[in-house]
Every structure is written in structure tokens, then in C-alpha cells.
């Protein structure tokens, strides 16, 4: 049985090897580039404003005007054709799967996940409903 020790020592190897990915580079080289790029972040920030003006607007039953799904698409082109922020967003994707497919290697099929209530259901993990013992229709 591993102690808590030989986990630890385990998570620290795996984060060097993390540290040294590509994609972890990626990502990290993305990151610097964005944080750089003053313009990239405004169109992001122009955009996730205006995206959630509207949202309380429409949470609120109030009428969207047409100007203002205009300017949100304008927004949203501005954000989409910005490379840094392309970018940055595959480096994202790519980093996300990574860390996926490490979490389904730790406990999507392992005995400690099944001890804990993961079960596998297709090529998914998913927790057990604690009161009902049995598995949540969403992960």
C-alpha cells in the first residue's frame, strides 16, 4: 500500500514532468503573450462585459436591442480574429485535455475511484450520488 509520502513524492515528479510538456510551455508562452498584448485583453474584456450586460437583460426579462447584439458581434469578431487570443484559447484546449486525461488516468478506472463512488460510464467518470448510491446522470 503506498504511504502518503510516496504519493507526495509522486505528485512532485509528476508536476516536474508537467512542467517540462509542451503544452504546459505552450500554454505558459500563450499566457505571457496575452498578458502583453494590452489590445487583446481589452477586446476580451469589451466582450465579456457587453456578453454579461446582456445576459442580466435578458435574466431580467428586458428587451435586447438590436444595436446591442450588433456591437456584441462586433466584439465577438474583434476577440476571434485577435491572434494572440487564438492562440492563447488552443493553448488552453490543449492544456484542459492534457489535464483530462491525467485525472481519468488517476481515477476514472482505478480501485480508489471505485472506493470513493467514481464510476465509469462510457468513457466518462462520474460520482456516485452520495444519498442515492447511485451514479449522477451528469458529470
Known amino acids: 500500500m503506498a504511504t502518503d509520502d510516496q504519493i507526495t513524492q509522486a ?3 509528476l508536476g516536474g514532468m508537467l512542467s517540462e510538456h509542451p503544452k504546459v510551455s505552450r500554454l505558459e508562452g500563450a499566457i505571457k503573450k496575452l498578458k502583453g498584448d494590452t489590445e487583446a485583453q481589452r477586446a476580451l474584456n469589451d466582450f465579456n462585459r457587453r456578453l454579461s450586460e446582456i445576459a442580466e437583460k435578458e435574466m431580467a426579462g428586458q428587451p435586447i436591442e438590436v444595436s446591442e447584439k450588433r456591437q456584441l458581434q462586433d466584439l465577438q469578431n474583434a476577440v ?3 491572434l494572440v487570443l487564438r492562440e492563447f484559447q488552443l493553448a488552453q484546449m490543449d492544456y484542459v485535455d ?4 491525467l485525472d481519468d488516468a ?3 478506472r482505478s480501485a480508489a475511484a471505485a472506493s470513493v463512488g467514481v464510476v465509469q460510464q462510457g468513457d466518462e467518470a462520474i ?3 452520495p444519498l442515492s448510491n447511485q ?3 451528469t458529470p
Open 11 to 13: 505528485a512532485i515528479k
Open 127 to 129: 460520482a456516485a450520488a
Open 106 to 108: 488517476m481515477y476514472g
Open 80 to 82: 476571434v480574429h485577435n
Open 98 to 101: 492534457l489535464v483530462r486525461r
Open 135 to 137: 451514479a449522477d446522470a
